[in-house]
């Protein structure tokens, strides 16, 4: 249809790229160009290649667009598939420069990895509007003539059909399968080959193919290449937010088992759903035992004598209580079902240090640390990552200082992904990167590390 080149604006001083009709092209391919011209300048998104300016002259039409430095997402594709965060990235950018374009009453007609732009900065750009079809203009295609490519095109525009914004939502579940997956959602030897499996063949599954793709996200992409219009998402932006929610609960599953693979086997059995209790029951089981240490006591104290001495041995009991709790709070008795708090632990006033202060050394409670850490953990596993973060910073303050018991490094993974779960990715690294420093399950603390920094927008 055309060619492209890079030119110098020496007006502006800046590069440009100029496409220019090949001058043996019909006249509605010049008019064709020329629409694609106004179109363009008429949309201004940050996901489109801007157009500047239009030039027509005897010998054909110039268009002077934006010049993206990079490469297309075919030519990046030819290396394998987007790593899942940059492929979802590039979904989500096309998708959102196609809604902008179908509330302007266009439909784009030839998405594909060839016409998605991806800049050195960063930068996603959806190009080439040239066989897009304005709902209120003329139509200028010659009757018969089938525009766009045929291993993205949907079934009712290989046959001819009506064409509205549905086929661009067809046509981005194709580009998301290929750049997820790094093979073509339709391949064939022939262009007619490809139309007429389009035409003739169910959808293409994204599990056959990526095994370790989330089901919902094969299930939408099959979906979105239904052969029938109505069954597509309703938008662009639609198809890309359950795409993205897709991969977002695969990645929080992982996390989870991740973290109760990291945790210790007590903090895992804790967390079984067969052994869970209801939250009151550790108290209660602690105040029956300590009023039936008071009982015992205060019997052997009175040892069966004056009843006038009642009060006497009551304050006996409070006495001994008190002792055994102290005792049992600096982890002297050995047993560990007394060592969970009796009352719930009240959370400060903020998320506060992302490293809480530790206790000095030989004032820590490791055991009380330890019920604490399986606590939040609990709330990880419920998904309240906000109300993880405060048990867990007062676990870590309670491990003494240049300690080396495996817990403390159990609370700091925890505490880690419970930050990054709560949208703060910069105290989840300076978390993880202490956490790293612990030879104990490091490629797993490196990948939530990696994990963090990309939130953060770090490499």
Known sequence: MASVVLA??????????????????????????????????????????SVFDIETYDEGVLVVMEYVEGETLGEALRDGPLSERRGLEVISAVASALDHVHEAGVVHRDVKPGNVLLGSNGAVKLVDLGIGTAVDQTRITRTGTVLGTPAYMAPEQVEGGQVTRAVDIYALATVAFETLSG????????????????????????????????????????????PDPSKRPRSAGALAEELEAAYARRRAQRGRTRATRALPATARVASRPQRARPAWLPAAAVVALLALVGVVVGLLAAGGGDSGSGSHNTADRGQSTAKHRSSNRNGSSGQGSTSTPATPVAPPADNGPALPEQAPPGKGDVEQASALNDQGFAKLQQGDASGAIPLLQQSLSLFPKKTTDIRYAYALFNLGDAYLRAGQPEKAIQVLEKRLKIPNQTSAVQAKLDEARAAAGKK
């Open 8 to 49: 110098e604006d020496e007006r502006l001083g800046r590069r440009v790229a100029i496409k220019r009709l090949h001058a043996d092209s019909p006249e509605d391919m010049r008019q064709r160009l020329q629409r694609e011209a106004r179109i363009g300048a008429s949309l201004n998104h940050p996901n489109l290649v």
């Open 183 to 226: 093979r073509k959602a339709r391949e064939g030897r022939t262009p007619m080959e490809i139309a007429h499996r389009v035409a003739t063949e169910p959808p293409p599954n994204l599990a056959a193919v990526s095994p370790d793709a989330p089901p919902e996200a094969a299930a939408l992409l099959k979906r979105a290449m239904s």
